[in-house]
């Protein structure tokens, strides 16, 4: 697990409904669990609290050792910079009890007069996860006056010694850890304790993600994601509109290439037309796209192409050219179902319902999620790429992993909600994500934009309405 991985589960545990309080109560109960399994009880303990939630965790750590030993909590720090709200719940429940001491350290003057001789064991939790450079006062203080009595009392630090990465850090006999020890941490002893995440975690995909996903990369014109799409043919010119449409909330550009004569039917300022001759994708076209390829990030190809032999050997041809991460979706995956080595060695993603999935590689997903996700991920390791199986649930695999998620309603049967989804998940992968991160992010914007369309409308709405509804999802996730 990366500490970015932490941020993620944590964001989508609260959407689960688990609370930072839940979490808080569950590490400094398993701070104290350890302690008293190793120590054993009746012991003398001093807490070093910080006003971070690193410092939380000690509060309730101090709290829970309280019942079978001798307290005293030294917060190292100014009181009113307690800042969050678990935080300081926590520390006002010590507030009123009366069996535990509690002094308060504003200054390294206070803490390098401190005497801990006598103490069993010291519980460093000045800092954590969230240190940002060398300590600073008091906190330097503090972990230099615990460092003297390394080797004479036992020193349990909370997740991490506090100063790490620095020099300056806690001589620690070992760390209590939450849930899963992480890649980052190195060069100290460790004990996972478990704070509570279910194993949902693990596949469900969430605001967490999103958040990552969304996030600007510049200041600049352009440089936050430029996508192309291709798609249309005859009379369906929707589609790829509809996908372009959803795309052009998220990116700085959206390049719509279509045959003309669909072509002339759409205006909309906010999408670059780019008409092909004729009406329908051909091989003669390969060779101009490509070039306009070259000047994106990333490609949705499929959307409205129709099914003529000459086009789907234009998508084949345009796809073993194509240097770009590529979403493949509709009747682009009908094209490549006949040839799938095209594929090989590019960075893409399949948006396969059910049925073209069954189309791509000869079998029907059935039953249970898990089995569902199982057969999605051996056709994507098969395939070397990432598929994102639509349904009820939505199944995204890379291969390697699963994931699945649930935005989305019953209203979005309706036609062109699949295009959208491609066009959002190719201003994702425009946007710089891998293509596992970008179809999961995908499905669940184009899910959550859906709920809030439901949310108005009841059931009986438009794809394009969903469309519109994708820069209200993203604001949902920012503030989430
Ligand atoms: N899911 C989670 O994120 C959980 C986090 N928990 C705890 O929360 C901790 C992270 O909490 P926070 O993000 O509040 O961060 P910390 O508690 O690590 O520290 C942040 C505080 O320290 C100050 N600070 C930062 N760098 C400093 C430095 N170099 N010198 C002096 N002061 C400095 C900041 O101004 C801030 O007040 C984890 O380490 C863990 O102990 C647990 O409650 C369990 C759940
Ligand atoms: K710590």
């Known amino acids: 697990m990366r500490i970015e991985d932490v941020y993620i589960w944590d964001i989508n545990a609260k959407w689960l409904g688990i609370s930072p309080l839940q979490l ?51 917060l190292v720090g100014d009181e009113a910079k307690i800042r969050s709200e678990e935080a300081k719940r926590n520390w006002e429940i010590l507030g009123g009890l ?44 503090a972990i230099e006056k615990i460092n003297e009595y390394a080797g004479k009392a036992k020193i349990v630090s909370v997740d991490l010694p506090s100063g790490y990465p620095s020099k300056v850090r806690v001589k620690a ?41 969304l996030r600007k990369k510049g200041q600049h014109k352009g ?26 909330y998220l990116v700085d550009l959206v390049y719509l290439a279509m045959p003309e004569y669909s072509a002339r039917r759409i205006s909309d300022p906010d999408l670059i ?18 070039e306009l390829a070259g000047k994106v990030d990333a490609v949705v190809i499929g959307p409205g192409l129709g099914l003529r032999g000459e086009t789907k050997t234009f998508v084949r041809e345009f796809i073993k050219r194509c240097e770009k991460p590529l979403v493949i979706d509709a ?17 893409f993603v399949l948006t396969p319902h059910a049925g073209e999935f069954r189309v791509l590689f000869g079998l029907s997903p059935e039953g249970s999620l898990r089995e569902k996700a199982e057969l999605a991920m051996e056709k994507a390791k098969e395939i070397g790429g990432v598929i994102l199986l639509k349904g009820p649930y939505d199944i995204i695999s890379n291969g390697k992993t699963w994931k699945y998620n649930k935005t989305g309603n019953r209203g979005m049967t309706t036609g062109g909600t699949g295009d959208v989804l491609a066009g959002i998940v190719g201003a994702l992968l425009a946007l710089g994500n891998e293509p596992l991160r970008a179809a999961s992010v995908g499905a669940f914007l184009n899910g959550l934009a859906g709920d809030m369309v439901k949310e108005e409308l009841g059931e009986n709405f438009t794809a394009l309405e969903v469309a519109k509804k994708v820069p209200h999802a993203a604001k949902w996730v920012e503030e989430f």
């Open 24 to 74: 808080m109560e569950n590490a400094g109960s398993g701070v104290a669990r350890v302690i008293e399994e190793r120590f054993g009880r009746g012991l003398k303990i001093a807490v070093f609290s910080g006003t971070g939630n690193n410092g939380g965790d000690g509060f309730v750590a101090a709290r829970h050792l309280s019942f079978e030993n001798e307290v005293t909590l030294f």
């Open 98 to 141: 009366e069996f535990m001491e509690i002094k308060v350290l504003e200054d390294s003057s206070h803490v390098r007069s401190l005497d801990l001789s006598g103490f069993d064991v010291i519980v460093d939790a000045l800092l954590g996860a969230g240190t940002k450079g060398e300590p600073r006062e008091p906190i330097r203080s």
């Open 173 to 213: 006999d070992f760390a209590v850890t939450f849930q899963w020890d992480k890649e980052e941490y190195e060069g100290f002893e460790r004990v996972v304790v478990k704070i509570g995440y279910p194993r949902e975690l693990y596949h469900l995909v969430g605001p967490g993600e999103a958040k990552f996903a």
């Open 223 to 248: 440089q936050n994601g430029k996508l192309l799409v291709v798609g249309g043919s005859g009379d369906y010119f929707g589609a790829p509109y509809l996908a372009s449409k959803a795309a052009s």
């Open 273 to 290: 037309l780019r008409p092909v001759e004729g009406d329908n994708f051909t091989p003669e076209h390969v060779e101009g796209l490509i």
């Open 331 to 347: 009747d682009g995956l009908k094209a490549v179902a006949e040839d799938l080595s095209v594929l090989r060695g590019k960075k």
